[in-house]
């Protein structure tokens, strides 16, 4: 393919993604799929000699979009939302355009450089203190990594050393070894699977505290199991709070949390994968208060905030710190300008993309407002969603609804709940997927697609309503037969 075929088939795939993205609600929102449907429609290997455009574009209706979940589906309601918007797919198609490998200033100065400045706009957005921003000389600053996973884990990582550094000049006859064997990171119990993960990467023990009854973490839990921990000769030295938590939504209460952990020089990392986005909004900046006692925060651009995965936003208050834990650099990779800002030393892999591009595009042409508007109307229709669910007196609300995400379920047992949520993701009109509240099964919908209006929740809550009539309706009779 030259730069002229380039051109005819660039506008034929721009505009096979805006029919894909305007026609999408017409689409199952669910495929139809067993596993190990896709290796039986296409060849063991690839082929010798060259095929044309015209049949590899034939092969997408063909054989990839018979296998795609639609998550851009007004009537995907499952997980958290996951961002699209054509600002956003503009800029990733120039970003593999330019395909640079930004893992230093010199290796492409640009990508760092607006890198660093987009990471100060968007602190500043959400009204992040002072000492989280690069500024022109600050010590803070942000970093985009690729996901939530992978910021959790730069900071356990960058914790783990400093501590072991501090512990070992306060008692230098105690081995690195002797140290981390006593390391204990802590998180919710409500907490993402991955904040256990990076743990286990880390290689140290992780406890989860107890949450309180609306699934938060407070200050006396944290206290107890610590005070319990440095008795009996453990090393506290990681926290990780979460604003929104993936099963409710529910958020720790870091004004009680912050200054423990600076008393006990504990590591506080901050999660709000889902939530940050919603700190754009004043009205909901509150849910942030407390940050000023974090060493670092993250939250993702890519579920929230329109820009496409992955762009997942961190900031540290001193970037010495996770400078000092990665530090590594053999003599082809360093540069003339060493101290402008080398994010090889902030992050997990060694080469990352023009991540930058993405989020200058969306806050540009969406302009903070309308960023601010996309959150807000999520927002109504997850509470007109919750309106809808409590006037239903067989449903019972299972948390406080703060933002887009409402868990719900019908009065009864688990079995009835997993019953319903079969018949839902069976019938495929919408998709949702569950969660656990303590000992309850519990249905999650989230409020994800740009594009989902009143009518598709209205119309998913009446599917959901009419299956609960069929199901409990079946449902009694089997009971009444036993």
């Known amino acids: 393919m030259d730069a002229a075929e380039f051109r005819k088939r660039g506008k034929e795939m721009v505009d096979y993604v805006a029919d894909y993205l305007e026609k999408i609600e017409k689409r199952q929102v669910f495929p139809d799929v067993e596993p190990g449907y896709l290796r039986t429609l296409i060849p063991d290997c690839a082929p010798q000699d060259p095929e044309s455009f015209e049949d590899v574009f034939k092969d997408i209706e063909k054989i990839i979009m018979p296998g795609v979940t639609h998550w851009h589906s007004p009537y ?3 997980y958290f939302p996951s961002a699209s918007s054509f600002p956003a797919l503009l800029a ?77 000049s306060e008692k230098p006859e105690l081995t690195e070894a002797d140290i981390m064997g006593r390391l204990v990171a802590y998180t919710s119990d409500q907490a993402h699977s991955s904040v256990e993960r990076a743990a286990l ?72 994968a889902y939530a940050g986005s919603a700190f754009i909004c004043p009205e909901f900046r509150h849910l942030l208060n407390g940050v000023e006692f974090a060493d670092s925060f993250n939250f993702n651009p890519h579920k929230w905030l329109l820009v496409n995965f992955d762009c997942s936003a961190m900031w540290v208050k001193k970037r010495s710190d996770l400078i000092g834990a990665f530090k590594l650099e053999p003599l082809y990779l360093q540069h003339q300008h060493q101290e402008s800002g080398n994010f090889i030393h902030w992050q997990i892999p060694l080469g990352r993309r023009f ?18 508007e996309h959150i807000r109307k999520h ?39 997993k019953a319903l949520l079969e018949s839902i993701n069976e019938a495929k009109k919408i998709h949702l997927v569950p969660c656990h509240l303590r000992e309850k099964f519990v249905l999650r919908f989230a409020i994800c697609s740009r594009t989902v209006e009143s009518t598709h929740v209205k119309f998913a809550w009446q599917h959901i309503s009419q299956l609960a009539t069929e199901l409990l309706k079946t449902w009694e009779q089997n009971h009444h037969q036993q």
């Open 379 to 417: 927002v109504r229709l997850s509470h007109q969603f919750e309106h809808l669910v409590l006037q239903d007196e067989r449903f019972e609300i299972c948390a406080e609804v703060v933002l887009g995400l409402v868990c719900f379920r019908l009065k009864g047992s688990n079995e009835l709940n």
């Open 201 to 272: 990467i880390g290689g140290v023990k992780i406890k989860s505290v107890p949450s309180d009854d609306t699934f938060a973490v407070c200050g006396s839990a944290l206290k107890k199991v610590l005070d319990e921990d440095k008795a009996s000769g453990l090393i506290p030295f990681f926290f990780c709070a979460t604003l929104g938590t993936t099963p409710c939504c529910s958020f720790d209460k870091l004004l009680e949390l912050g200054p423990i952990c600076i008393k006990e020089n504990i590591w506080m990392h901050i999660d709000a």
């Open 355 to 372: 991540r930058s591009l993405k989020l200058w595009f969306v806050l540009r042409m969406y302009g903070v407002t309308g960023l601010q």
């Open 92 to 168: 990733d198609m120039l970003c593999g355009g330019i395909g640079c490998v930004g893992f230093s200033w010199a290796a492409s100065p640009a990508c760092t450089e607006l890198e660093t400045v987009m990471l100060d706009w968007l602190g500043k957005m959400i009204n992040l203190p002072e000492e989280f921003l690069a500024g022109k000389d600050g010590q803070g600053g942000g970093v985009i990594q690729g996901s939530a996973s992978e910021a959790t884990l730069v900071a356990l990582l960058a914790a783990r050393t400093k501590t072991i550094r501090r512990v070992q």
């Open 76 to 78: 995907f309601f499952a």
